[in-house]
């Protein structure tokens, strides 16, 4: 038997094995529950994200800011639930926006009624919007960033690391090393707000330090599975790289606190990528070389088909095994009309059909994100592995979108979607309700899905020290 | 009825102003301060009883501090420019991480955001492919490197290369240190091969920290304690970056290793130098612009076919109104006030019928005058202004409101906090003019604090629909009412906001700010207020002429020296 890290790492570049799929029998010890080293088999997390949340209904009504007390809000008790299932615990039945995760059923927890709970200082004014407070509570655990709002630093507003760059890079979740990339970005609309800030990245390393998403199957194919340099040229750029980070190093020394910091973070880039140039490729079952150009945004579920053929592919390879998916952005504007037609007649973009009161308009649209997030898990379970358990059994994928709903801008039942038993550490099948419950028990429950001590989450008011129920201990 | 759609980006200026649509309890309202930098000589077009929310007189400014240095990477435009001036246009420069825009300006994005891995990762792949195709260019790496190196390389051309190329694209001269580590480079790629080892010293070299970000940080200065006053290389590169969007050339690099640009004289006279230079200066003033004004949002306009057969409209539109602002800001030196009032305008096939001046086949712009008598004058009736800010289906006066509030204004807007609905602009069906909806916004008073911001200016130019075509009536046989006011300073239609925009002194004190951060790369501090109430002085006193404006500029102690940054 061979050791799987070694077998990844023990041929340089341009090198090839076939490192099987499914599971290669040869790095599992006899049992097959482990890898053959003695490491736990990896498990992988995933986020999957979609904008402009869910339809509005009466549960979003009242507003839980303080900012604004008695407003009166016109959410009728007659706009019905479409969402939130109406029986707890195990064997919940789908409902209408829910309906395309039917399959998946036993493999998801869907997790209804929490909120972030973190405080909305008074100064500088503005901390409240919406958007980002949905978005930036929902990927960090933490406030928006005292910044006020002025619409353009409003963009970047995160505090901290979003969730998975905290996983990527806490010493407890690679604890075998790292693999190629701790962390994948995909994303497929690209009808943002902006193009750019955090309208457009979901994944953050802190303030300021956006990681935007691929959005091109084509280029994404390519960083991952073109053929590699050679072993001359793989040679030639390391000592580059050694003389370019030494300049870094220098110029760091010269800087003040906050540019040094930037410099630090670019000098662990060039690290990271002077590593995987000699990290062995695995050379895995390639995928499909992607063709088309999937422009526009009808093609979104066909780029999601064959963008997550390559990460699946890169996951199988454990190329990775932390990835986010930015399905759709913050405040959407793929255009789509009542019948759930991208770009058909009568078409209105998706978070502007919020701002209308299209609720008929922005049900389509969640069932298109979450029809998107059905064919992920289809794909993550599509083979199983010599044990009998497929890709999603050893992920966790957390689903979520950026606020309860579009037409208010309500930060209440933010929804939240788990898929995946993370390699047994998850119980699945669940409805959990807890009304005003807080956001970041999802966060918790992750970290501690995925072996991170975490006594709690959860920051400037939000903390939590109580995991979601179908966490096993 | 069918609703013609926006693409992409191409309305996201409509959906911010949707998510500004209804604002309830932003007892602050306006924020910032729309009335700071007033000093200059007109009398101001914000008077009126009351005066307006928020807006408060300004104490006299602290004396000036200067500001830590702001380590801007290079944007991709400036990459772009430096790669084309320092191997020629025909090396082709890949994918780079997209620029982030904050504050209206890629280089603020520049300098307030880190790098990601993967936006590493393509610099390198940049500058292995661009050293590996200016290299396979037997006749171009001659002319790169400049000495005719022997096989295997030798120390005298690789040193000679290493100083001289490393001073071009560092903008500085290369250390001792510096200088032995790429030596030693050049022997760990192997020297049997001169021209692949200058090969990858080169890509090195384009891929290390001193290429990448502009590093000005300055030295003491006896004369000022406490100060740093950027070095010569330091000010020529701020000089050129500025004014060039590119490194130093030569003349500034000469000035610089003189000393010349330790004086606020010799800096003067190499900007004065870079400005007498039409082209490259207004290439430069469009780059600004197009900016400032957000208009690569038109490339993603669609417009009705009958309006754009051709589909170059939003080209059209883009060009007109920037060669507007060149023809006022540069080749005429005029009264930057002008640019709101100007019935001078440029039109091309594309844009005669929609301005109703005399056809012309012509695709390029040629100048015309627009009616005296007619709707339109100044750059916000232009059909590039007109059309940018508005929701996909019709106009949205919140968000043209917005656009003049915040850009042209510099007053800065709340958001509504989160679980206020939407109340209005709810658009088809109601049979309530859009001044009617807005309404709302009157009668609430906590809409009306933030509200009276942006609609009352957005109401005034609804003589023109979301497409710029002038219209008196609306598609359903409406009056179309444009009466609007800019803090208490009543006018009817666009035209008529113009002449307001031209007479309040805040206009041109916004735009000394934008300009001075566009020059900074990064937003003014506090110890800044000075250079900029200083600048707003002498801008009015050459009447508005930019020209003097960016002299000024870059003479100031705000472009000229800074401090060691916190610890």
């Known amino acids: 038997m061979i050791s799987r890290r070694r077998m990844l790492r023990g041929m340089l570049g341009g090198s090839t094995v076939a490192l099987g799929l499914p599971l290669f029998e040869a790095m599992l010890n006899g049992h097959g529950t482990a890898l053959a080293g003695g490491a736990g088999l990896p498990v992988r997390y995933g986020m999957f994200f979609w904008g402009n949340g869910l ?65 909305i200082p008074d100064t500088p004014v503005g901390q409240s919007d919406g958007h980002m407070r949905g978005i930036c509570v929902g990927l960090t655990a933490d406030q928006i960033r005292p910044m006020g709002y002025d619409h353009d630093p409003h963009i970047y507003a995160v505090s901290r690391p979003s969730l998975d760059q905290y996983i990527a890079k806490h010493p407890q979740f690679y604890t ?47 960083q991952l599975f073109a053929v590699k340099p050679d072993l001359t040229e793989i040679a030639r750029r390391t000592s580059v790289l050694d003389v370019v980070a030494e300049d870094t190093r220098q110029l760091g020394k010269r800087l003040g606190r906050r540019d040094r910091q930037r410099l630090d973070e670019h000098l662990s880039h060039i690290s990271e990528i002077e590593r995987r140039l000699n990290v062995t490729r695995a050379a895995c079952v390639s995928p499909a070389v992607p063709g088309g150009t999937f422009a526009g945004e009808a093609a979104v579920l066909d780029k999601l088909d064959v963008m997550g053929d390559i990460l699946v592919a890169a996951l199988r390879c454990d190329m990775s095994r932390v990835f986010t998916i930015a399905f759709t952005t913050g405040a959407s504007l793929l255009p789509m009309n009542a019948l759930g037609e991208i770009n058909g007649a009568g078409a209105v973009q998706a978070h502007e059909a919020c701002h209308a009161g299209r609720r008929d308009i922005i049900t389509a649209f969640s069932k298109l994100n979450l029809t998107a997030y059905a064919k992920l898990l289809d794909k ?36 939240f979607i788990f898929a995946g038993k993370a390699g047994g550490k998850l119980d699945t099948g669940w409805h959990v309700r807890e009304e005003g419950g807080n956001m970041a028990r999802a966060h918790l429950t992750v970290l501690r899905a995925l072996g991170i001590d975490a006594p709690s989450y959860g920051f400037n008011g939000g903390e939590t020290s109580s995991a979601l129920p179908f966490l096993r201990a | 009825m069918i609703i013609s759609l926006i693409s992409s980006r191409a309305s996201r200026r409509a959906l911010l102003g949707a998510s500004l649509a209804v604002v309830a309890g932003c007892s602050h309202g306006v924020t910032g301060n729309p009335a700071s930098g007033r000093g200059g000589s007109s009398s101001s077009g914000a008077g009126g009883s009351g005066g307006a929310p928020g807006v408060v007189t300004d104490p006299p400014p602290p004396p000036f501090v200067p500001s830590p240095p702001a380590l801007p990477r ?44 993967h936006g590493v990762d393509l610099y390198g792949e940049a500058a292995f492919g661009i050293a590996k195709a200016v290299f396979a260019d037997a006749t171009l790496r001659q002319t790169v490197v400049g000495c005719a190196p022997a096989a295997p390389l030798d120390d005298a051309c690789l040193v000679q290369f290493i100083n001289r190329f490393g001073l071009r694209a560092w903008r500085r001269p290369v250390t001792a240190d510096e200088l032995a580590r790429y030596q030693a480079l050049a022997g760990a790629i192997g020297r049997a091969d001169p021209w692949v080892a200058l090969q ?9 920290p001193n290429f990448l ?56 006279a190499q900007a004065t130098r870079l400005l007498d230079d039409a082209g490259p200066t207004e290439t430069m003033m469009s780059a600004l612009y197009a900016e400032y004004l957000d208009l690569s949002l038109l490339d993603d306009v669609k417009f009705p076919d009958v309006m754009d057969p051709n589909h170059t409209l939003g080209a059209s539109m883009r060009g007109e109104v920037l060669d507007i602002v060149n023809r006022i800001a540069l080749r005429e030196s005029g009264d930057m006030r002008t640019l709101f009032t100007t019935r001078q305008v440029a039109v091309n096939q594309d844009l005669a019928g929609l301005y109703g001046v005399m056809p012309t086949a012509s695709s390029a712009l040629v100048p015309a005058e627009l009616a005296a008598d007619g709707p339109r004058a100044g750059i916000l009736t232009t059909g590039a202004l007109l059309t940018l800010n508005n929701r996909p289906t019709r106009t949205s006066p919140t968000i043209r409101g917005l656009f003049v509030r915040q850009r042209l204004l510099c007053g800065s807007v709340l958001p509504p906090p989160p679980g206020i609905p939407a109340i209005m602009e709810t658009g088809g069906g109601s049979s309530q003019t859009i001044r009617e909806q807005l309404e709302q916004h009157r009668r609430d008073p906590s809409c009306a604090v933030c509200h009276q911001a942006m609609d009352p200016i957005g109401l005034g130019m609804e003589d023109f629909d979301q497409y710029g075509r002038f219209r008196s009536t609306y598609d359903d046989g409406q009056a179309v009412d444009a009466r609007g006011d800019v803090d208490g300073a009543a006018f009817t239609g666009a035209r008529q906001l113009g002449q307001v925009l031209a007479r309040d002194p805040r206009v041109m004190a916004c735009l000394v700010k934008q300009i001075y951060r566009y020059g900074s790369a990064r937003l003014e501090t506090a110890g800044e207020a000075a250079t900029l109430a200083e600048l707003g002085r002498a801008f009015a006193a050459r009447a508005f002429r930019l020209r003097p404006l960016l002299l000024e500029l870059v003479s100031s102690d705000g472009f000229r020296f800074t401090v060691e940054g916190a610890q």
């Open chain 2, 74 to 117: 290079l944007t991709t435009a400036q990459y772009r420019n430096v790669i084309r001036d320092l191997f020629g246009a025909g090396i082709v420069v890949p994918e780079l991480e997209p620029d982030q825009r904050p504050y209206s300006f890629s280089i603020i994005g520049a300098s307030m955001t880190t790098v990601s891995e």
């Open chain 1, 55 to 119: 339809p509005w209904t009466y549960r979003h009504r009242g507003t839980t800011d303080t900012i604004s007390p008695g407003i009166n809000h016109p959410l009728e008790d007659s706009l019905t639930d479409l969402y939130t299932p109406t029986t707890q615990g195990k064997g919940f039945a789908v409902t209408e926006t829910l309906k395309p995760l039917e399959r998946h059923l036993a493999s998801i927890n869907v997790v209804t009624g929490l909120e972030p709970k973190t405080a």
């Open chain 2, 213 to 268: 970000y502009r590093v000005e940080l300055g030295e003491a200065d006896a004369a000022k304690p406490g100060w740093r006053r950027y070095t010569g290389y330091e000010m020529a590169s701020r000089l050129s970056f500025l004014l060039r969007n590119s490194f130093p050339d030569s003349e500034l690099f000469a000035a610089a290793s003189r000393g010349d640009l330790d004086t606020k004289e010799g800096v003067l």
């Open chain 1, 380 to 415: 993550l379970t599509a083979d199983k592995d010599v044990d009998g358990q497929t890709l999603l059994d050893r992920s966790l994928i957390l689903g979520t979108s950026e606020y309860g709903e579009g037409y208010t801008h309500s930060n209440k039942e933010h929804p």
């Open chain 2, 200 to 208: 990858y010293v080169t890509a090195a070299i384009l891929q290390s």
């Open chain 1, 176 to 222: 075998d090393g790292p693999p190629q990339y701790r962390s994948l970005e995909l994303g497929m609309s690209a009808a943002t707000l902006h193009d750019f800030g955090g309208w457009s990245s979901i994944s953050h390393n802190g303030p300021n330090s956006l990681n935007p998403p691929q959005r091109d199957p084509k280029k994404l194919f390519d």
